[in-house]
């Protein structure tokens, strides 16, 4: 099954296999768990002149373990935000978006999703972010645990906080401070790659502070980027 991880800088093959950039971001559903659409870096102009990011329809692309092609009509930017009823500019990245149970526990930061070929969220891998209270290895969360996008996190049920961490610091050190102030280096750290709506995943750091600063000029080249974008 395809996994953010795994699509994050995959090709991008056009309908005549000609490549036209690198997936940047997996894009889902403002309210509901599901896949709508990638975020693409295009491939400069002459190999110098930077061009403004693609926006492609996840129902009309192929998948494969090197490349995602574009295979349907109305595939990119405003034509495909139209024809599936969305809004590109609420579209929520779920990489690196904190995650919350019910109750108010901070687990911490998405680092993976798995979803099925029509979409479907199955599963996220969890790993420590800033603040984070019960994660300082890593959970996987299945789909029948998480609640919600809210808006500003990833709510899960208080349940998904009982699962074992597994893997890096976590397996060693428990949650003591040290463990702590590596977590929040790697959360700064990967805070620096999130990009529309990702940023406020990130608000609680002062780097996320910083992305978030940044989202106001990167939202405008994004609707900008969508009006002369259509296929």
């Known amino acids: 099954m395809p996994r953010s991880s795994v699509l ?10 000609k490549a036209t950039g690198v997936v940047t971001h997996v894009l889902f ?31 009309a692309v192929e998948i494969s373990k090197t490349a995602l092609r574009v295979t349907g009509e109305k595939a990119t930017g405003s034509a495909a935000a139209k024809r599936l009823g969305i809004d590109w500019d609420h579209t929520v990245i779920w990489d690196y978006q904190d995650v919350v149970t019910r109750d108010g526990t901070i687990m911490g930061q998405v680092k993976d999703v798995e979803f099925t070929s029509a979409g479907e969220i199955v599963r996220i891998e969890v790993s420590g ?14 789909a029948d645990e998480i609640v ?9 049920r208080n349940a998904a906080d009982n699962k074992p961490t597994t893997g890096g610091v976590a397996a060693h ?15 700064a750290g990967g805070a620096l790659k999130v990009g529309v709506k990702a940023a406020r995943g990130a608000k609680k750091s002062e780097t996320g502070k910083a992305v978030a600063r940044g989202w106001r000029s990167f939202a405008d080249s994004f609707k ?7 296929e």
């Open 129 to 142: 972010g800033v603040g984070a209270q019960v994660a300082v290895g890593r959970h996987t969360i299945e």
């Open 29 to 59: 559903h403002p309210t509901e768990p599901r896949a709508v659409g990638f975020e693409v870096r295009l491939n400069p102009v002459g190999y110098v002149i930077e061009r403004k990011p693609q926006f492609i329809a996840y129902d």
């Open 224 to 230: 900008e980027g969508l009006k002369g974008d259509d």
């Open 8 to 17: 994050s800088g995959l090709e991008v093959l056009d309908r005549k296999d």
């Open 173 to 187: 050190a428990g949650k003591g401070a040290a463990v702590a102030k590596h977590v929040a280096g790697q959360a």
């Open 148 to 156: 919600e996008f809210d808006g500003e996190n990833i709510r899960v």
